[in-house]
């Protein structure tokens, strides 16, 4: 079923070739990474996150109150926090999504809040429908990023708000003291200091929830957004709502529509392009914890297609822009499954997680780390009880998801300069939805920082192990690996067991300055090496 031809006959000549020997080692893979062609730097913000007013992902997920009896730091979620510090979260993007445009910022500031319609409650099941309480609001949210040391990536209201709303949120976020009565309002509120917030999101899926325009109209918006946008330090990033990549078509129209409409001699600076790419699928039968090896193929390969839809996207960018000023933002990616398996039903979105999820999260990263010239943030949909978690709460108990471990292996690659990557290995012929598949046996991507350079690599096979030789161009003196993997290629993390998958130490070689490694199979390996 899954047949893989293995390099072994060719890899000798090709190893013998680089080397002048025939190699000990019988590798099936032989990857090559020269640490002399680094190329752009990897924004940390691509390991980013997405926070929003949706099921438990704010209350519950981060947010359990002053008076709650589970650990909390002015009512945010203590094990949150220290998690969130432990992977290095760069960023939070809040309030939503679909939230965003129905939200207005003033009601989540005053001492007594107004309950308000949230446009998530009437998708929540019978009696759980809970209107918005408003107690997390940006003081609470610039907290959250104060006590992980994140930047914060507000989504401004375009489908319901006003350009004066916007800029007014701007001024109480960013003016300083009390100069203007608006930043007043915010020194009364308790935050003397201005917030600095530099990350500003112009809506959210205008084409959909956002407002159910053309980009034209959007454009149009966006414009009237951005044009008195108040000067008050720091320099915004203004980031334009762009295409839902995930579409069948990639949404290629919203992206020219967009451009077409904005040139013309209009000037209002367009920072980021935002696109959303989720691995959809809600219209399948496929389930989240219970699968096949057609369904494990099946999500892998689709998190491998990011890189198509970032490519494409991006040369239509380049006919507008030629020096790509404009960068994308995937403010939202994700493995979405079809409802039914909520860890509680009023944990809307909310999925049981399993190891094929974190082998997505992996591939995708690499694709990120790939197209690190590209990529300006990138936020996975979202952090908490909803999609593509890295934490799940209910209550006093917790768990984190394997995707969890992935942005823990995947640290040392972030503000790094991304490496060229070439691995020789035959491809795999996988079972699918729709017949048999090609994709590549390993998949990956590297990065240098200083002397210290990160390999990390995918085995995506349900059959096969892996051995590869990794060839560092100028040589290798240390290397120490982790890897994550499970003999169960559903196993997950549960409240009960939150340990069952979870990182371990994997043995590696240096043998003639090269790094040795078996990868087992359907595994993620992370290895940090050191130059000679
Ligand atoms: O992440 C859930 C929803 O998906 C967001 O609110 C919306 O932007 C997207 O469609």
């Known amino acids: 079923m899954n047949r893989r031809n293995l390099l072994r006959a060719t890899a000798w000549g090709a190893a013998g070739l680089l080397t002048g020997v025939r190699p000990a080692f019988a590798a099936d893979a032989e990857v090559e990474v020269s640490p002399q062609a680094a190329g752009a730097t990897i924004s940390p913000h691509i390991y980013g996150h997405f926070i929003e007013h949706l099921g438990a992902v704010i209350y519950d997920g981060i947010w359990v109150g002053r008076q709650s009896k589970i650990a909390n730091s002015g009512g945010i979620r203590q094990r949150f926090i220290d998690d969130m510090k432990r992977i290095g979260a760069p960023n939070f993007r809040w309030p939503g999504g679909c939230f965003a445009d129905g939200y207005h910022w003033r009601d989540g500031i ?9 446009y998530w409650q009437g998708q929540m099941p019978p009696g759980l429908d809970h209107t918005e309480t408003n107690e997390f609001g940006i003081h609470e949210f610039m907290r959250l990023c104060r006590l992980t040391s994140a930047e914060p990536y507000l989504a401004a209201n375009v489908g319901s708000g006003s350009p004066q709303e916007f800029h007014e949120w701007v001024q109480y976020c960013n003016a300083p003291g009390t100069t ?19 990350w500003w999101g112009v809506g959210n899926e205008s084409w959909g929830c956002g407002g159910d325009m053309t980009p034209q109209e959007y454009s149009t918006l966006y414009r009237r957004f951005v044009t008195q946008f108040p000067a008050y330090p720091p320099k915004p990033y203004l980031v334009a709502v762009g295409p839902r990549g995930h579409s069948r078509d990639m949404d290629l129209g919203w992206t020219t529509g967009f451009f077409e409409s904005m040139q013309g001699g209009h000037r209002s600076p367009v920072d980021g392009l935002s696109m959303h790419y989720y691995t959809d699928f809600r219209s399948s039968r496929e389930k989240v914890a219970t699968f096949n090896a057609s369904g494990w193929y099946d999500v892998i390969r689709e998190g491998l297609r990011t890189a198509n839809v970032i490519e494409t996207h991006w040369e239509i960018m380049g006919k507008f822009d030629p020096a790509h000023r404009t960068k994308l933002i995937v403010d939202e990616w994700g493995v979405w499954y079809p409802p039914g398996e909520e860890t509680t039903p009023a944990h809307l979105l909310s999925q049981p997680l399993t190891l094929r999820d974190a082998l997505h999260t992996a591939v995708t990263f690499d694709v990120f780390n790939q197209h690190a010239d590209k990529i300006a943030m990138a936020n ?28 823990e292996m995947y640290k040392p690659h972030m ?8 691995i020789k ?6 079972p699918g939805r729709t017949g048999t598949a090609k994709m590549p046996a390993l998949s990956g991507s590297a990065s240098l920082n200083g002397r210290a350079l990160t390999v990390t690599l995918t085995n995506p096979s349900i059959d096969s192990a892996v051995s590869a030789r990794v060839r560092v161009v100028g040589g290798a003196s240390e290397a120490r690996a982790v890897v994550l993997t499970h003999a169960d290629i559903t196993a997950r993390n549960t409240f009960d067991r939150p340990e069952e998958v ?29 130059l000679s």
């Open 110 to 118: 005053a001492k007594s809040r107004p309950r308000t319609y949230n």
């Open 180 to 198: 203007t009565t608006v930043a007043a309002e915010r020194v009364a509120n308790g935050d003397r200091e201005p917030f600095g917030v530099k």
């Open 380 to 407: 996975v949909a979202q952090t908490v009880n909803c999609i593509h978690s890295l934490v799940l709460t209910q209550g006093d108990r917790y768990t984190r998801t394997p995707v969890y471990s992935v942005f």
């Open 415 to 422: 503000g790094a300069k991304s490496l060229p990557l070439s």
């Open 425 to 430: 290995s035959e491809e795999l012929e996988v």
């Open 502 to 530: 979870k990182l371990a130490p994997l043995a590696v070689k240096i043998a003639g300055g090269n790094v040795e490694v078996g990868m087992p199979k359907h595994s993620i390996v992370a290895i940090e090496i050191r």
